[in-house]
């Protein structure tokens, strides 16, 4: 999965960029951010789907985020924290626009992992991140998660995070639950895809590296890591 971050990248990008997440083998694209400052969300939104066939998916940090043009949207619970606010509160506010707007929505578990220096969405959602050494704790979390009906799990480290998720974690997770992993934060490198992969995950989501450098060929080597081109020892 490509990350894309309105504030970081411009409408104007959004046609080359497009062209190549699908040339490369990206399976969707998704848009959002702990903080977005961008007031024409909806246009830019509409702008990337008019340059891709790949789904475009919401990953939002606030309600303002949610855009009728989405083809669907990743419902965040943040099943890591003990704040009701990322637990039920926000989402009692969003239901009604959501359904007004007709989007499908992924309830998704989303636990978010000490990964070094405290993350923009650690930071935001007042709670703690899971302890990376503790893949007891997150399997319990993932576990209690799937009981509650959610439909898959983001194991997130935070954009731009120091460390990845640890492999030892992400394959907890996968023991402990049957429905999709999605792991990001921090993640730089076709070996780390490959190993996170290896290790349970069943989407891996890309940012930063991204934004750092959109050489084909690297994104290629990323897409390629993701669907087991890549064998780590
Ligand atoms: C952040 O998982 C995403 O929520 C992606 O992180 O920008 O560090 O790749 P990066």
Known sequence: MLLVDPDDTTEDALPD????????GVDAIFVGGSLIHSLELERYVATLKRHTDLPVIGFPGAITQVVPSLDALLYLMVISGRNPDYLIGRHVVAAPLIRKMGLETLSTGYMLVESGPL??????????????????????????????????MYLDGG??????????????????????????????????????????????????AFEDDGDVGFMRAMAEAAHGGLSVS
């Not at 490198?189 to 290790?199: D, G, L, N, S």
Request: glycine share 12%.
């Open 159 to 208: 954009s731009g995070a120091e460390s990845p998720v640890p492999d030892r974690m992400i394959r907890a997770v996968a023991d402990a639950v049957d429905v999709p992993i999605i792991v990001g934060g921090g993640i730089r490198t076709p070996e780390t895809v490959a190993a996170k992969v290896r290790a349970g995950a069943s989407f891996v989501v890309v940012g930063n």
């Open 119 to 152: 993350t923009t969405a650690q930071y935001m959602v007042g709670s703690m991140p899971l302890p990376r050494n503790k893949p007891g704790v997150a399997a319990a979390t993932a576990m209690a998660g799937e009981m509650l009906g959610l439909q898959c």
């Open 17 to 24: 960029l497009a062209a190549r997440a699908g040339s490369v």
